[in-house]
């Protein structure tokens, strides 16, 4: 196996990250993946049978998807040719294809290994469609987007998604464990600190090493508590970017908590999109979609909330102002739970779209001329205010319309309660009327 250290022309003893000593010199050494790499994941049959088909490598940072790639190459016996899809542009691409085709004509696959694929534009991406085909190369595509938004349809095809994990404490244990063993003690940690080292990480394995590197650096007279390791390093920032998939995740992950009528998994949404610095005015918009798709008329109250929560942030600004955002998303997730309005308009439309131009019964126009009223406009019509208990019966639906649809189904919930019973009365009104 060839080293990366020497590859790049450094010497075997020249100073190098821990993350980097430590790299999986086989596949088995890789943690957290056993999902995929084990006997029985796609990636351990794939080589116990002799083979390996192109796939695409989709998980977060720190997780192994270069040193995955690079064992794979060394598994099936393939040169592993690795490219950025960051530095790298159409004329590497040509390059890397032009050596493939070599290696191939000499008995040698190539594994090409691309970091960062989504990064590579549409026409670009179909650049690898032939060579794929061909099987001049095995493509690895390591992404941390996901590859339904990012990758073309025809690319995919022709590739095996693997999810990989983010690394949870049992493999990030793991990796603190080979930290000590190669440097030959402990880390100078009270078991709580461990605890919060394991957590600053966020699941990112090679970010773990790095602090691991920089806490057995220390030579403390006793083990650093919780509070002293603070004073040394830095929290790994939370995975976010507010355009990618990250972004959607998590809204959604707020509006179902809301919708789901819990307020404490909303709270911490909520404390989630605004610490890793999302647009507060984004959130305080879809909370009044909120109001509005899920509450109703249950609560008449809860969309009047959201928009002071709106009006109070735009009007305080950050910090005071997220406090009015997180009492609006209580408030919604306390309320009673309607979407009759939301499913009643949603039929509203289709039922419009399938009808056209219906006319209004002759009853409910207006005519205000003489022609108007001699061809029967306004005849027959009964102001519902002087009938008993204020409602007429009378049938507002077009003439040609045989059946009358109930569209606004209220639930039993809130205030839609009331409103309910006081529907049932006025359809069976108008139903009796009708005859």
């Known amino acids: ?8 022309g450094l010497s075997s003893d020249a100073p190098r990250p821990l993350a980097d000593r430590l790299r999986p010199q086989t596949l088995d050494e890789v943690v957290g993946q056993g999902h995929v790499l084990g006997p029985d994941g796609p990636v351990g049959r794939m080589l116990a049978q002799g083979r390996l088909s192109s796939i695409i490598l989709w998980g977060p940072p720190g997780v192994g998807k ?13 040169e592993f040719h690795p490219l950025s899809a960051v530095f790298s542009g159409v004329a590497d691409l040509k390059k890397a294809f032009e050596q493939a085709r070599g290696r191939r004509a000499a008995g040698k696959g190539t594994l090409l290994f691309v970091d960062e694929i989504h990064r590579f534009n549409r026409a670009q991406q179909d650049g690898f469609l ?15 987007e996901n590859p339904s938004f990012e990758l073309n349809a025809a690319l995919l095809s022709r590739c095996q998604v693997m999810v990989l994990k983010r690394l949870d404490e049992d493999a990030l244990e793991a990796l603190l464990a080979r930290a000590e063993s190669a440097k030959g003690r402990a880390l100078p940690l009270t078991c709580d600190a461990r605890e919060a080292l394991l957590t600053m990480a966020d699941g990112d394995g090679r970010y773990l090493l790095n602090l691991a590197e920089e806490v057995l650096r220390l030579e403390p007279a006793e083990p650093l508590s919780t509070p002293q390791l603070g004073t040394f ?5 939370p995975v976010y970017d507010k355009d990618r998939e990250e972004h959607y995740n998590l809204i959604s992950a707020l509006h179902k908590s ?9 709270l911490y949404w909520l404390a989630r999109m605004l610490g890793a610095g999302e647009d507060p005015l984004f959130l305080a918009r879809r909370i009044v979609r909120m109001a509005n798709e899920d509450i109703g008329l249950a609560d008449p109250t809860a969309i009047h909330a959201a928009l002071a929560a709106k009006e109070t942030y735009e009007f305080l600004g950050s910090p005071e102002g997220e406090l009015a955002l997180a009492q609006a998303v209580v408030h919604l997730a306390c309320a009673p739970k309607s979407n009759a ?36 406009y306004g005849k027959g019509y009964e102001y519902d205010h002087d009938a008993p208990g204020g409602v007429s019966g009378q049938d507002y639906f077009p003439d040609a319309m045989k059946d009358r649809p109930v569209l606004y189904e209220p639930k039993d919930a809130g205030r839609e309660a009331a409103i309910a019973e006081r529907l049932e009365r006025w359809r069976a009104l108008r139903g009796k009327r009708r005859g």
Do not use: C
């Open 1 to 8: 196996m060839t080293d990366l250290f020497q590859s790049a």
């Open 66 to 78: 270069t040193t995955i790639a690079r064992l794979l190459a060394d598994a099936s016996g393939q």
């Open 130 to 144: 032939p060579v794929v085909e061909e099987g001049v190369i095995t493509l690895v595509g390591a992404t941390t």
């Open 233 to 237: 390093l830095q929290r790994r920032a």
């Open 258 to 266: 809301v919708r789901g009528s819990d307020p404490d998994a909303a």
């Open 341 to 376: 309005v939301y499913k009643g308009w949603k039929a509203a439309l289709r039922l419009a779209g399938e009808t056209g131009s219906l006319m209004p019964p002759a009853h409910i126009l207006n005519a205000p001329t003489r022609l108007m009223k001699d061809q029967g």
